[in-house]
């Protein structure tokens, strides 16, 4: 089945620190998708990407779509307090099921 | 309602019961899935429900998880003859058809005793 490889597992930053994560699959997919989930919270969708070498960003946060459809980066510059949680990206193949990484662990330090 | 919702927020039940957890999609879509997530791990894909297309049920763990959709809106998740090792939280999200973004409840934590 589709595997997808989460990195890193945990991040330990101090506030204002930039933090990049990425994720690599073994299979190809057609969409990459970045969640946040908070504590007793469902995820929440950051970024959708759905072309090939696409960056989008969102505010402070920015993802990029592989050029070999296998692997996506998130970046988030200047970070804040609130970015802390888990962070997971997600890749889909045409309509089937979203696959999902095991996550990155964020804390932020004030 | 505006999002999805999933009943109820937390069930506590004894090992060997049968418990059934709801989700109501937003309205309109015709794509939802349910994943299980034990405490401090990722996202594990159950089964996945597209429209009126036979379900993929490729991710259910056992014979014990069984999952419906009615009238392609509320899904029912059913677990029986719980175990200990069924303890999570159970999400579920629903997207449209044409479009990948999915939306999530905020679970269903399932506590087996």
């Known amino acids: 089945g589709q595997q997808l490889n989460q990195s890193p597992q945990s991040m330990f930053i101090q506030e204002g620190e930039d933090v990049s994560m990425n994720c690599t699959s073994s299979?190809?997919?057609?969409?990459w998708l970045w969640y946040k989930q908070d504590p007793g919270e469902g995820p929440v969708l950051l970024i959708a990407?759905?072309?090939?070498?696409e960056l989008t960003s969102n505010g402070r946060l920015t993802a990029q779509f592989g050029i070999t459809r296998k692997d996506s980066f998130l970046n988030i510059s200047a970070s804040i307090p609130s970015d802390v949680g888990i962070y997971f990206c997600?890749?889909?193949?045409?309509?089937?099921?979203?696959?999902f990484g095991a996550g990155t662990r964020l804390t932020v330090k004030p | 309602g505006a999002g999805v919702s999933q009943s109820p927020s937390n069930k506590v039940t004894e090992k060997g019961k049968d418990v059934e957890l709801r989700c109501d999609p937003i309205?309109?879509?015709?794509?939802l899935y349910w994943y299980r997530q034990s405490l401090g791990q990722g996202l594990e894909f159950l089964i996945y429900?597209?429209?009126?297309?036979?379900?993929?049920k490729s991710g259910l763990p056992s014979d014990r998880f069984s999952a419906e959709r009615t009238g392609g809106s509320v899904s029912t998740l059913t677990i029986q003859r719980t175990q200990q090792e069924d303890s999570a939280v159970y999400l579920c999200?629903?997207?449209?058809?044409?479009?990948?973004?999915?939306?999530f409840g905020q679970g269903t934590r399932l506590t087996v005793v």
């Open positions: 997600a890749g889909q193949l045409n309509n089937n099921d979203m696959r």
């Open positions: 429900f597209q429209g009126n297309s036979a379900p993929d």
């Open positions: 999200a629903s997207s449209l058809a044409r479009y990948t973004e999915a939306f």
């Open positions: 309205s309109g879509h015709t794509a």
């Open positions: 299979s190809i997919f057609n969409t």
């Open positions: 990407l759905y072309k090939a070498g």
